[in-house]
């Protein structure tokens, strides 16, 4: 069997795969999305093929001898994106990096190279073309194979002559030029004759075989119309035939010697890692060879495969003694995992992992090293690195254990380098930053350690990671485990009246439909709504009439059925979520709910509850307030105290943008949406009346979240030139407010990212995307992240000086919850006045802004009763 050449149509194959994925840049903002694709595609084919020489083939210009011969062909295509543009020289470098041999020729396009090669390449090798062009079918023969990408980049088809005769009955290869001669090429604006369409060309080839032949032999053709069409188009058929055919006498280098596959050169690991494409070089290694050793992504030596680690087990006493007095010696940093079991209030350890000196040792339930362990890990001055540390604390509380000298949690770390991403497990932070892991152990953790903390300190976030979000894990630990107290009685009948609330509502609605239907069946209500009672058509989808919130929203109005509806369904979400949901997750042992806290899911930086999430219950509602009342003090305990930042988000805005006109508002103790609505409205501040107040308002928080005149007018049901008006006269007056917006855009769009006043970044590929939704969508969220991140880095702070303050002060009285820029104590009636001042000390003292920070406290003998 021959040995195998594969000739790849680089161009074509990268132009799929830009169209094909979603976008993906660097963090300096090099957009690489088509190249990865591309090297993806590439890995697995010369896996599959396994090819001894390879060639990839360019475009080199748009000018050829095709645009000599007929000025227009391609002349209908737009312009290359620029995002896609500027990838090609980038792909060209990161092959020749690899040693892989790159082709391109003035006046000649990459089908014209590969022709040359499969028509002119040495008998002793097979070809196989790559590409998703299918001009390329016409070079088939008994040694030339076409793998033609369908869709996208993964779904290929092989075709071999067999394969080209199966789906081109009655064709040969050579005859598609001959086709496309007739019929033309709209793709390349190839004109073939006017109004001979495919069928036509098929039959008319099939029975002449040739162009020249269907022209020699027109008066035989029947049909008047097409022996016109044939007679007064014979020049553009013959050019079309003469466009369509691939010129095979290109002047290349024929020496197969020049195309063998070698190892990469040094050049490629370091260009991999600067594109940020994680363990493709390894991938690429196990085929083509290239330096020793394995790296990470940051370009840090991290050794060979560590898959053959010793495991040690430490099952005595005796060698868990030995074995701690050892460790306790060491003066770097220790790596050490743990596995967690069990519910509140007992949750334990059910296995740990230590790496020290090359080796992993392990203690698992049962083990008598156990109590070594636990004094190890209560000495402060032995440095450990972990990972979800905050379980771990939570463990050892629970355990009447102690846990200190912990100062690396990579799950943390990770999260802060990259925000966004969907997991920052160990496994998940080891293959993305490991080209050797180990599926996420003790080793990985430690190999990770130098990586992720140069990383911090190089992206200036070593200081938000080991002031704020490191300790505040501990506090979270201790938050979680504290729980709320629920009513338990109170729960039980406001579910049942809210209950009774939903049937009402089903019951009123079957009388506004007049007729019985399935409230909870989409399919039911489209039919009702949009066929029988005629409501117009918002939205459809695939399996009907779209009825989700939006379609009803913008129907409300037009029929009382609607916000019959739309009450209902916000009902039984809150009675399924927080009334009926609440029930299960009351812990029997200690009668409390116990939510768990996100430290590392939004990209902003703020905390996210689960299980429940207490950051939803609607605040201003009534629904909201009695949801609310059923949380209350725990036994001991006398009080809830609420300490709630007044307009925090505002204030940012003010400090950041050092807008003349909202400094004044709060540096002068002003309702601020007030001095808006006089400043927008042009009217005296004691004129301003609620109307304009409450719209002000709207504008004012619309502002920090990047709102438009359409969801201005929208929110306030008012019209679209009207809400523009007020945006138009806010940017008029706040004009630090405009400045700070245009400046901040401009700055995400040359560095890739925005942060807050305390270096969280958040990091936003879109920003120069060629879709306009995306890139306004990544505009909007430029402007809002540092206001929107800042805040949640000063309530973060907060609960730290909080938390201190309560320590210093011996009170019994804690932390429960954090709900956005609001915290939830539990307070002893002793205490109640110390803690409130405490509280608002703290959370005043949290940053320093150019205008105060205010915290309004108040308690009450349920949450409602705190707002």
Same mark, same amino acid.
């Given at each position: 069997?021959?040995?195998?050449?594969?000739?790849?149509?680089?161009?074509?194959?990268?132009?799929?795969?830009?169209? #094909? !994925?979603?976008?993906?840049?660097?963090?300096?903002?090099?957009?690489?999305?088509?190249?990865?694709?591309?090297?993806?595609?590439?890995?697995?084919?010369?896996?599959?093929?396994?090819?001894?020489?390879?060639? &990839?083939?360019?475009?080199?210009? +748009?000018?050829?001898?095709?645009?000599?011969?007929? @000025?227009?062909?391609?002349?209908?295509?737009?312009?290359?994106?620029?995002?896609?543009?500027?990838?090609?020289?980038?792909?060209?470098?990161?092959?020749?990096?690899?040693?892989?041999?790159?082709?391109?020729?003035?006046?000649?396009?990459?089908?014209?190279?590969?022709?040359?090669?499969?028509?002119?390449?040495?008998?002793? @090798?097979?070809?196989?073309?790559?590409?998703?062009?299918?001009?390329?079918?016409? =070079?088939?023969?008994?040694?030339?194979?076409?793998?033609?990408?369908?869709?996208?980049?993964?779904?290929?088809?092989?075709?071999? &002559?067999?394969?080209?005769?199966?789906?081109?009955?009655?064709?040969?290869?050579?005859?598609?030029?001959?086709?496309?001669?007739?019929?033309?090429?709209?793709?390349?604006?190839?004109?073939?004759?006017?109004?001979?369409?495919?069928?036509? #060309?098929?039959?008319?080839?099939?029975?002449?075989?040739?162009?020249?032949?269907?022209?020699?032999?027109?008066?035989?053709?029947?049909?008047?119309?097409?022996?016109?069409?044939?007679?007064?188009?014979?020049?553009?058929?013959?050019?079309?035939?003469?466009?369509?055919?691939?010129?095979?006498?290109?002047?290349?280098?024929?020496?197969?010697?020049?195309?063998?596959?070698?190892?990469?050169?040094?050049?490629?690991?370091?260009?991999?890692?600067?594109?940020?494409?994680?363990?493709?070089?390894?991938?690429?290694?196990?085929?083509?060879?290239?330096?020793?050793?394995?790296?990470?992504?940051?370009?840090?030596?991290?050794?060979?495969?560590?898959?053959?680690?010793?495991?040690?087990?430490?099952?005595?006493?005796?060698?868990?003694?030995?074995?701690?007095?050892?460790?306790?010696?060491?003066?770097?940093?220790?790596?050490?995992?743990?596995?967690?079991?069990?519910?509140?209030?007992?949750?334990?350890?059910?296995?740990?992992?230590?790496?020290?000196?090359?080796?992993?040792?392990?203690?698992?339930?049962?083990?008598?090293?156990?109590?070594?362990?636990?004094?190890?890990?209560?000495?402060?001055?032995?440095?450990?690195?972990?990972?979800?540390?905050?379980?771990?604390?939570?463990?050892?509380?629970?355990?009447?254990?102690? #846990?200190?000298?912990?100062?690396?949690?990579?799950?943390?770390?990770?999260?802060?380098?990259?925000?966004?991403?969907?997991?920052?497990?160990?496994? @998940?932070?080891?293959?993305?930053?490991?080209?050797?892991?180990?599926?996420?152990?003790?080793?990985?953790?430690?190999?990770?350690?130098?990586?992720?903390?140069?990383?911090? +300190?190089?992206?200036?976030?070593?200081?938000?990671?080991?002031?704020?979000?490191?300790?505040?894990?501990?506090?979270?630990?201790?938050?979680?485990?504290?729980?709320?107290? %629920?009513?338990?009685?109170?729960?039980?009948?406001?579910?049942?009246?809210?209950?009774?609330?939903?049937?009402?509502?089903?019951?009123?609605?079957?009388?506004?439909?007049?007729?019985?239907?399935?409230?909870?069946?989409?399919?039911?209500?489209?039919?009702? =709504?949009?066929?029988?009672?005629?409501?117009?058509?918002?939205?459809?989808?695939?399996?009907?009439?779209?009825?989700?919130?939006?379609?009803?929203?913008?129907?409300?109005?037009?029929? %009382?059925?609607?916000?019959?509806?739309?009450?209902?369904?916000?009902?039984?979400?809150?009675?399924?979520?927080?009334?009926?949901?609440? +029930?299960?997750?009351?812990?029997?042992?200690?009668?409390?709910?116990?939510?768990?806290?996100?430290?590392?899911?939004?990209?902003?930086?703020?905390?996210?509850?689960?299980?429940?999430?207490?950051?939803?219950?609607?605040?201003?509602?009534?629904?909201?307030?009695?949801?609310?009342?059923?949380?209350? %003090?725990?036994?001991?305990?006398?009080? !809830?105290?609420?300490?709630?930042?007044?307009?925090?988000?505002?204030?940012? !805005?003010?400090?950041?943008?050092?807008?003349?006109?909202?400094?004044?508002?709060?540096?002068?103790?002003?309702?601020?949406?007030?001095?808006?609505?006089?400043?927008?409205?042009?009217?005296?501040?004691?004129?301003?009346?609620?109307?304009?107040?409450?719209?002000?308002?709207?504008?004012?928080?619309?502002?920090?979240?990047?709102?438009?005149?359409?969801?201005?007018?929208?929110?306030?049901?008012?019209? +679209?030139?009207?809400?523009?008006?007020?945006?138009?006269?806010?940017?008029?007056?706040?004009?630090?407010?405009?400045?700070?917006?245009?400046?901040?855009?401009?700055?995400?769009?040359?560095?890739?990212?925005?942060?807050?006043?305390?270096?969280?970044?958040?990091?936003?590929?879109?920003?120069?995307?060629?879709?306009?939704?995306?890139?306004?969508?990544?505009?909007?969220?430029?402007?809002?992240?540092?206001?929107?991140?800042?805040?949640?880095?000063?309530?973060?702070?907060?609960?730290?000086? &909080?938390?201190?303050?309560?320590?210093?002060?011996?009170?019994?009285?804690?932390?429960?919850?954090?709900?956005?820029?609001?915290?939830?104590?539990?307070?002893?009636?002793?205490?109640?006045?110390?803690?409130?001042?405490?509280?608002?000390?703290?959370?005043?003292? @949290?940053?320093?802004?150019?205008?105060?920070?205010?915290?309004?406290? #108040?308690?009450?003998?349920?949450?409602?009763?705190?707002?």
């Amino acid at each position: 069997m021959a040995d195998k050449f594969l000739v790849i149509d680089g161009s074509s194959l990268i132009h799929r795969a830009f169209f #094909a !994925l979603p976008p993906l840049m660097t963090k300096q903002g090099v957009h690489t999305g088509a190249v990865y694709g591309f090297c993806n595609m590439l890995v697995k084919l010369l896996g599959d093929v396994k090819p001894k020489w390879l060639a &990839v083939a360019f475009d080199k210009s +748009r000018k050829t001898f095709r645009t000599e011969m007929f @000025a227009d062909y391609k002349g209908q295509r737009k312009p290359t994106p620029s995002e896609l543009s500027e990838q090609f020289p980038l792909a060209r470098r990161l092959l020749e990096a690899m040693n892989i041999t790159v082709l391109e020729t003035d006046g000649y396009e990459a089908d014209d190279i590969i022709g040359t090669f499969a028509v002119h390449a040495p008998q002793n @090798a097979e070809i196989i073309i790559v590409t998703g062009d299918k001009d390329e079918l016409q =070079l088939l023969d008994d040694r030339v194979k076409v793998y033609f990408t369908k869709r996208g980049i993964s779904d290929i088809k092989a075709y071999d &002559v067999a394969a080209f005769a199966a789906d081109y009955e009655g064709l040969s290869p050579k005859q598609l030029i001959d086709l496309k001669g007739l019929m033309g090429d709209s793709s390349d604006n190839i004109p073939g004759v006017p109004g001979v369409g495919p069928k036509t #060309a098929l039959k008319l080839i099939c029975e002449y075989g040739t162009v020249e032949k269907v022209l020699e032999n027109i008066a035989q053709i029947s049909g008047k119309s097409l022996k016109e069409k044939l007679e007064n188009n014979k020049d553009a058929a013959l050019l079309s035939k003469k466009l369509a055919t691939i010129f095979t006498e290109v002047p290349v280098d024929l020496d197969l010697d020049k195309y063998e596959l070698k190892a990469m050169s040094d050049e490629a690991r370091p260009l991999m890692q600067e594109l940020e494409f994680r363990n493709l070089h390894e991938r690429f290694q196990t085929i083509l060879g290239g330096s020793d050793g394995t790296f990470d992504l940051f370009g840090e030596s991290i050794g060979q495969e560590n898959a053959n680690i010793e495991i040690a087990l430490l099952e005595t006493a005796e060698q868990g003694k030995e074995f701690f007095a050892l460790l306790q010696q060491k003066q770097e940093k220790v790596a050490f995992t743990a596995v967690c079991g069990g519910e509140l209030p007992k949750i334990h350890f059910t296995a740990v992992e230590i790496f020290n000196d090359g080796k992993i040792y392990k203690l698992q339930e049962g083990s008598g090293a156990w109590n070594f362990f636990y004094e190890w890990l209560s000495d402060y001055k032995q440095l450990k690195v972990t990972c979800d540390s905050k379980e771990i604390y939570k463990a050892c509380m629970c355990l009447n254990k102690k #846990a200190d000298g912990i100062v690396d949690d990579i799950d943390i770390a990770a999260y802060l380098i990259e925000p966004g991403r969907s997991s920052y497990s160990l496994k @998940a932070v080891a293959e993305r930053y490991l080209a050797a892991n180990n599926g996420g152990n003790a080793a990985d953790l430690q190999a990770l350690l130098p990586l992720i903390e140069q990383k911090l +300190r190089d992206y200036e976030l070593y200081k938000l990671y080991t002031e704020m979000e490191l300790p505040l894990a501990y506090l979270l630990a201790k938050m979680e485990l504290a729980g709320i107290k %629920p009513d338990v009685k109170l729960l039980e009948s406001i579910t049942k009246e809210m209950a009774v609330q939903i049937t009402a509502l089903e019951i009123l609605a079957e009388e506004q439909a007049g007729e019985k239907f399935n409230l909870k069946s989409p399919k039911q209500l489209g039919v009702l =709504l949009f066929e029988k009672l005629g409501l117009p058509i918002i939205k459809k989808t695939k399996t009907g009439y779209s009825t989700d919130v939006s379609v009803l929203e913008q129907l409300e109005g037009s029929h %009382p059925l609607i916000t019959t509806i739309l009450e209902h369904r916000k009902l039984t979400k809150l009675h399924s979520t927080y009334l009926e949901g609440l +029930r299960p997750l009351i812990n029997p042992a200690t009668e409390r709910i116990h939510t768990h806290f996100q430290q590392t899911v939004t990209a902003t930086g703020r905390l996210s509850s689960t299980d429940p999430n207490l950051q939803n219950i609607p605040v201003r509602t009534e629904i909201g307030k009695r949801i609310r009342e059923i949380f209350i %003090p725990g036994t001991g305990y006398d009080w !809830l105290m609420s300490c709630d930042y007044s307009q925090v988000e505002l204030r940012v !805005l003010a400090h950041m943008a050092q807008d003349k006109l909202l400094l004044e508002s709060f540096l002068n103790g002003q309702d601020v949406h007030a001095r808006t609505a006089a400043e927008v409205f042009g009217v005296p501040l004691e004129q301003v009346d609620s109307m304009m107040r409450t719209r002000a308002k709207a504008v004012n928080f619309g502002i920090v979240y990047g709102i438009s005149d359409f969801g201005l007018a929208k929110q306030l049901d008012i019209s +679209r030139g009207e809400a523009a008006e007020y945006i138009k006269n806010y940017f008029a007056r706040y004009t630090g407010v405009k400045k700070y917006m245009d400046d901040t855009v401009n700055h995400a769009r040359e560095q890739g990212y925005v942060a807050t006043m305390f270096g969280r970044r958040r990091y936003l590929p879109d920003i120069r995307h060629s879709n306009f939704n995306l890139r306004s969508f990544a505009e909007r969220t430029a402007i809002n992240t540092p206001i929107q991140g800042t805040a949640a880095d000063i309530i973060k702070i907060a609960m730290l000086k &909080v938390e201190q303050a309560l320590s210093d002060a011996k009170v019994k009285s804690r932390i429960l919850l954090q709900v956005h820029d609001e915290l939830v104590l539990e307070v002893m009636e002793t205490e109640k006045e110390l803690v409130a001042q405490l509280v608002k000390k703290a959370m005043e003292s @949290a940053a320093s802004l150019s205008v105060p920070l205010t915290a309004d406290v #108040a308690w009450g003998k349920n949450w409602a009763q705190t707002k």
